[in-house]
């Protein structure tokens, strides 16, 4: 293998090395950063030095899969010259390049000054687009234990007149103070500042909930909107909160009066904070709303207020649905509360994962879109999920079990798409196929091979008189699953989910 300072001059003039030595030369260095973090500020200062643009273009896609391969677990050390090395080639990286952020977490974890001051001036002068870049540029501040904070603000709080960070920023502010890992909170200067931010965005949303079409041209745009607004919302609140700011209680007293449930439960906790009793009534009321519950309950155990609330309200139950409701309503899945939730089935059992039985319930959910419903069950107690899947029509049994065969992890679990398979992979499938075929079964399309503690699995889509279905060959064993006629049946991966499922819950729970 090439050494690491042989291999280091030709980082710069990557455009003159041909293909295939350029992908070994990758792997390489992979391999010698992996073993060794404190080899990447050279890394950096090389690629840095790129003497013409076809070899910057080619050091910045090198850059990107480096560390998109070991940035999550790299903690080199970065001394003066290499922060300013990772400072110039952020700004020469296209604003949407993904190595971008990458950077930005490689300065945030180092956690000292330069590198802190670097992280703080880089993200107010040049922001990377969208929320979940900047998340993940965040992610080790939250995470230190010590960090050289006063690097950070006031310049990190310049950040607040970009939508994608101003709550982060925010965020990461109030955790400082609430760990204790500042002494004064980074934004007791700007108290009134925050103070008027929070009028105007409460004002603002109170505005577009009345007259939504002023502000946006489609949903789409209309949610992003309210939910950056939101976001900043709910920072602000727990920031005047934490500020002990009795001169915003008229900010949070108008907050109160939105429709939205998730700016009146946290407006209502920062007034309780402050010692304002009215936000005690919100926050109970709050408790009938699945959406927030889990929430409103979490905030009024924490201000010792719990034993007000209604037992139906508090039960095991009553959580589960809050935490299914909060679930569906995230903007990755519905992005909107459902309009009703119905109990399906509760029992407790033994999971994957869990060395003490859980109460596990089964929810039905149900959005209506105009004229028509769609529906589904989801699951919450062990964990919050649901499949697009229309299960509506199987057995209480058979939807814990495609919701454990989706959960179970384990080394002797493993499943590979059929277009991943090897050579004798797929020639063990044609002779797989052709004793289905001989089993009367036509249309045979493989989906995947699963490895099942030892077992061999094949799932397929499939048709047996006239019907399709799924088709599991265990072991040599065929399991068909006719398809429901529903407009959205499990598919074959679900179909594997309850065959996996089924022998899991009955290894965990023997007695049932």
Avoid at 344 to 373: K, M, S, T
Avoid at 409 to 418: G, L, N, V
Wanted: with cysteine.
């Amino acid at each position: 293998m090439q050494s690491f300072e042989t291999l280091l001059p030709t980082l710069g003039s990557l455009s003159q090395v041909a293909p295939d030595a350029r992908a070994q030369l990758e792997a390489t260095l992979l391999e010698l950063v992996a073993e060794d973090a404190d080899r990447l500020p050279a890394v950096l200062h090389e690629l840095r030095s790129a003497a013409s643009p076809d070899d910057a273009a080619a050091a910045d896609r090198l850059l990107d899969r480096l560390l998109g391969r070991l940035a999550p677990s790299l903690r080199a050390s970065l001394d003066e010259q290499a922060v300013d090395d990772l400072a110039q080639l952020y700004r020469r990286l296209a604003n949407t390049d993904s190595a971008r952020p990458r950077l930005l977490r490689l300065l945030a974890a180092d956690g000292r000054k330069p590198a802190l001051r670097a992280f703080a001036e880089l993200l107010a002068s040049d922001p990377p687009q969208g929320e979940q870049e900047a998340a993940l540029a965040f992610v080790p501040l939250f995470q230190s234990r010590e960090l050289a904070a006063e690097a950070l603000f006031p310049r990190l709080f310049d950040c607040l007149a970009h939508p994608a960070l101003a709550a982060i920023v925010l965020d990461l502010s109030n955790y400082l103070f609430r760990k204790g890992l500042v002494a004064r909170h980074p934004a007791a200067e700007r108290a009134a500042q925050l103070a008027a931010l929070l009028q105007n965005l409460v004002r603002r949303l109170g505005r577009i909930e009345e007259q939504p079409a002023e502000f946006a041209t489609s949903p789409q745009q209309l949610n992003r909107m309210i939910g950056e607004s939101v976001a900043l919302v709910v920072s602000l609140c727990d920031a005047v909160a934490l500020l002990g700011n009795a001169e915003a209680t008229a900010k949070l007293y108008e907050a109160l009066e939105l429709r939205h449930r998730r700016v009146r439960t946290e407006a209502a906790a920062a007034l309780l904070r402050l010692g304002d009793e009215a936000g005690l009534e919100t926050l109970l009321a709050m408790t009938a709303e699945p959406v927030v519950r889990t929430r409103a309950l979490r905030y009024l155990e924490e201000l010792d207020r719990l034993d007000r609330v209604p037992a139906n309200r508090a039960s095991p139950a009553a959580r589960a649905e809050g935490a299914l409701a909060a679930w569906l309503a995230e903007p990755a899945h519905f992005g909107v509360p459902p309009g009703g939730l119905e109990l399906v089935d509760a029992r407790r059992q033994h999971w994957p994962g869990f060395e003490e039985p859980l109460d596990c319930f089964l929810f039905r959910f149900e959005y209506r879109i105009g004229n028509q419903a769609l529906a589904g069950v989801g699951i919450a107690g062990p964990v919050a999920h649901a499949f697009m899947s229309d299960l509506q029509d199987l057995s209480p049994d058979d939807i814990y079990a495609a919701y454990a065969g989706w959960f179970a992890e384990h080394a002797e679990i493993r499943q590979t798409p059929a277009d991943g398979l090897s050579p004798a992979q797929h020639e063990t499938w044609r002779s797989v196929a052709g004793e289905i075929e001989a089993a009367g079964y036509q249309e045979i399309e493989l989906v995947l091979r699963g490895v099942f503690f030892g077992r061999e699995q094949w799932v397929a889509k499939a048709e047996r008189h006239g019907l399709a279905g799924v088709l599991v060959v265990d072991d040599g064993h065929l399991a068909w699953y006719p398809q429901p006629q529903t407009s959205r049946p499990p598919g074959p991966i679900v179909v594997y989910d309850i065959h996996k499922g089924r022998e899991i819950l009955r290894a965990f729970n023997p007695d049932e």
